[in-house]
T-cell receptor
Framework: GIQVEQSPPDLILQEGANSTLRCNFSDSVNNLQWFHQNPWGQLINLFYIPSGTKQNGRLSATTVATERYSLLYISSSQTTDSGVYFC????????????FGQGTRLTINP | NAGVMQNPRHLVRRRGQEARLRCSPM?????VYWYRQLPEEGLKFMVY????????ESGMPKERFSAEFPKEGPSILRIQQVVRGDSAAYFCASSLGVGSPLHFGNGTRLTVT
């Protein structure tokens, strides 16, 4: 099956810093989503982005489908950005049978 | 709150008991999914349902686990004769369908003692 690798596994930053999280996948995909799991365990959908670039406030994401990677950018980090960021992919659009990466644990210190 | 609603938030069961997890999708969503998250791991797909139909259950364990999404009422994930290895967070999600984002509930943390 498709493999999803996220890097780095852990990232510790000071408030105000910028960060880039990477997601590599082993096969072509038609469905790619980024999620944030906060320290209370809630999962929030950040982007549905099988290709191209999207922006939402301080967050933006770019997926280069032909090169099988996606990047999540967080600018001017805040402590509320802390948590685990997951990339999830599906090869064929259909059952939303997403394959999740292991996540990047982001800690933003005040 | 128009989000995906799951209950209970926490559930403790003794080995051998049954666990019932409930999920109401976002308003207007007719596609429901169940995922399981073991400690320190990503989520793993279990089952995809639409009203009164199981569309894909390829991620469900063959025994003891079942899911339904009746015409009326919430989707139910049922685990019979729970064992310690069933302890995990179970997340329900819903979407408008193919090509649309997945929205998750807050999860049910199941602990089997």
């Amino acid at each position: 099956g498709i493999q999803v690798e996220q890097s780095p596994p852990d990232l510790i930053l000071q408030e105000g810093a910028n960060s880039t999280l990477r997601c590599n996948f082993s096969d072509s995909v038609n469905n790619l989503q980024w999620f944030h799991q906060n320290p209370w365990g809630q999962l929030i959908n950040l982007f549905y982005i099988p290709s191209g670039t999207k922006q939402n406030g301080r967050l933006s994401a770019t997926t280069v489908a032909t090169e099988r990677y996606s990047l999540l950018y967080i600018s001017s980090s805040q402590t509320t950005d802390s948590g685990v960021y997951f990339c999830a992919v599906e090869k064929i659009q259909g059952a939303q049978k997403l394959v999740f990466g292991q996540g990047t644990r982001l800690t933003i210190n005040p | 709150n128009a989000g995906v609603m799951q209950n209970p938030r926490h559930l403790v069961r003794r080995r051998g008991q049954e666990a019932r997890l409930r999920c109401s999708p976002m308003k207007g969503h007719s596609h429901v999914y169940w995922y399981r998250q073991l400690p320190e791991e990503g989520l793993k797909f279990m089952v995809y349902l639409q009203k009164e139909n199981i569309i894909d259950e390829s991620g469900m364990p063959k025994e003891r686990f079942s899911a339904e999404f009746p015409k009326e009422g919430p989707s139910i994930l049922r685990i019979q004769q729970v064992v310690r290895g069933d302890s995990a967070a179970y997340f329900c999600a819903s979407s408008l369908g193919v090509g649309s984002p997945l929205h998750f509930g807050n999860g049910t943390r199941l602990t089997v003692t």
